[in-house]
């Protein structure tokens, strides 16, 4: 940010038009003069009219024209975070007197899970939001690496995080919802199932294992190779979404996140134990960011999701 004030140290604030710094904004987001005008309901030629009072202003190019669409400037990329904040902090101030109604708010959520969390964490938040909050638009986005999840909540372009996180930031907000243990799924007529699952029995079961998984899961995955399944391994996945249909079709065990077991067990006929492996327990949070900390929204939300997922812990 130092970087930003120096190359930028001769602009005063009133020489800088709100609109002007509005449309930069919708333009990092979008990378095209048309779509941002669409989103702003302004004309293309008036974009590219602010676009070009912007580049004088910051005597910096800021977009530049590729394949890709328009790619920001290093001097768009350092103002981008700074102007994004500022611009929430301004809308919060002049909207800190709008009331949150769930009954009758169209507002629109952006929640972060990981892939187990839209699983059994998005559809029961999302059968509570209908029926509380009927007008309320839910999007779930996946935490992957790609994503920047403190600007992005920083930014307000993610109202929400549940999953379980490792080396969480000072700067954002944390509750933690509940812990589960992991356990050892498969077809009800499974060898298995059918009396006490010695580690023999278990180690000499052939496993599914799901490798594009999350940093508690692959610290399982490592647990379990650990104690000797490396042989017996002969399915691997990128993701848990289609292990219930692989276990029902082969003779294959996947140790799961109890309450995927769980959801999986009635529809797929599936049974689950406790395996003979220690395994690391899971610890489901909730992040937020402190800028939205009394947002009466994020409140609601936060409020509901404790309701639904809290085991008091």
Known sequence: MNNVYNECAMIRLQDIDLNLLIIFQQLMEDRQVSVAATKLSRSQPAVSNALGRLRRAFDDPLFVRTSNGMSPTPLALQLSNPISIALGNISDAVNHRERFDPETSRRRFKIATHEPGEIDLIPPLASKCSSVAPYIQM???RVSSSIDLVREMEAGRIDLALGAFFNIPRSLHRRR???QPYVTMFRAQHALGQGEV???SFLSARHL????ASGSDQR???CLQRAGILQT?????PFFTGVPYLIQATDCVATVPKRIAEAAAAPFEFKYITPPVKLPMLAISALWHPRFHRDEGNKWLRDLTVELFSDGS
């Open 139 to 141: 999007v779930s986005v």
């Open 177 to 179: 919802l509940f812990r």
């Open 198 to 200: 010695s580690l023999k």
């Open 209 to 212: 294992l799901v490798t594009n």
């Open 220 to 222: 399982v995955n490592r």
């Open 233 to 237: 391994v002969t399915l691997e996945v």
